[in-house]
């Protein structure tokens, strides 16, 4: 029985390597991981798996993932390569733009290569300031301003179109906040508990009561290999995340009390831009394709606070 072929983009990421690893977890299947650790980093990736393969590359430059994509004939692709993080996306809003050219190079390629379906890491970020609660993938407008959620909705247009002209099919993931061991320190979840643990101040912008919702990395991955798995939602746009609510203020609290930390709350001005009033996402589509219960939030810190200590 020949192997499924899948490649992996921004596999060195949080939500890439965990996915590798859910993937290569499979005996039928033959993984190849890009990246070219903007973000991204080597330590998170399985090198000595069997059926795993990595090869340092930009999908925003053809050349690099042209190569790729036609010596190898993928069966599916999961293009989550893109520029990530609110600040860094805000300060450097070319980075984000050119990412563009990474989703036009891999749609272009797996329509000439034979690709089945592409997968592809949209954002909330995309519903912008939301004017239903909460957000459904099909009723919410989407409102977006920021140059990294601009990208997203054109992106989400691309693979649309690509869909309709040439029969390419796809899954969109709207990810919300999405937390676990292997993400970066500069996100909320891991940057307030490695400020707990140490015991320095937490420190929030604008008033604390800015709300969202955090789903651990399992469950997000469990939800996105099944639809592949199970071909669910094939030419569909899904949520992926928790609809559990919680302030920001009450997050740091968390943090504290499951670290028994003695850390203080420093609120700081409100950000110009980028923050957003309250995010929870609809996930009646996500829920059918999880076979176990979702991880508390405060599970999912224990988790993240073990691999910390390590």
Same mark, same amino acid.
Do not use: H, Q
């Given at each position: 029985m020949s192997k499924v072929k899948i490649l992996v983009t921004g596999a060195a990421g949080q939500v890439g390597s965990c996915l590798v690893d859910h993937l290569i977890a499979k005996s039928n299947t033959e993984v @190849?991981?890009?990246?070219? !650790?903007?973000?991204?980093?080597?330590e998170n990736l399985p090198l000595s798996a069997p059926n795993f393969s990595f090869i340092k590359a930009d999908v925003n430059h053809y050349e690099d993932i042209s190569t790729i994509m036609i010596s190898n004939k993928f069966d599916y692709v999961f293009h989550y390569a893109a520029v990530v993080g609110v600040k860094r996306t805000l300060n450097n809003p070319l980075w984000v733009l050119n990412d563009i050219k990474g989703i036009e190079n891999i749609l272009n390629l797996s329509?000439?290569?034979? @690709?089945?379906?592409?997968? !592809?890491?949209s954002s909330s970020e995309v519903y912008g300031e939301p004017f239903e609660h909460p957000q459904n993938e099909n009723t919410t407008p989407l409102n977006s301003k920021l140059p990294y959620a601009v990208v997203k909705n054109v992106a989400e247009a691309y693979i649309r179109s690509f869909q309709k002209e040439f029969g390419l099919e796809y899954t969109i993931f709207r990810f919300f906040n999405t937390y676990g061991p292997k993400q970066s320190k500069d996100f909320v979840v891991k940057k307030f508990i490695k400020l707990a643990i140490q015991n320095e101040n937490i420190t929030i912008y604008g008033d604390g009561l800015q709300t969202r919702t955090f789903c651990f990395i399992d469950d997000n991955i469990e939800a996105c290999a099944t639809c592949l798995f199970e071909n669910k939602f094939i030419n569909d746009t899904l949520n992926i995340g928790s609809d559990i609510e919680i302030t920001i203020k009450d997050l740091a609290e968390l943090v504290i009390k499951v670290t028994k930390s003695s850390s203080k709350i420093i609120f700081l001005p409100a950000?110009?831009?980028?923050?957003?009033?309250?995010?929870?996402?609809?996930?009646?589509?996500?829920?059918?394709?999880?076979?176990?219960?979702?991880?508390?939030?405060?599970?999912?810190?224990?988790?993240?606070?073990?691999?910390?200590k390590k």
């Open positions: @190849v991981g890009v990246d070219n !650790f903007l973000t991204g980093k080597k329509k000439n290569t034979g @690709v089945k379906r592409v997968f !592809f890491s950000l110009e831009e980028g923050d957003m009033t309250r995010r929870k996402p609809d996930i009646s589509k996500m829920k059918t394709l999880l076979k176990k219960d979702f991880t508390s939030l405060e599970n999912g810190i224990l988790k993240v606070l073990e691999s910390v």
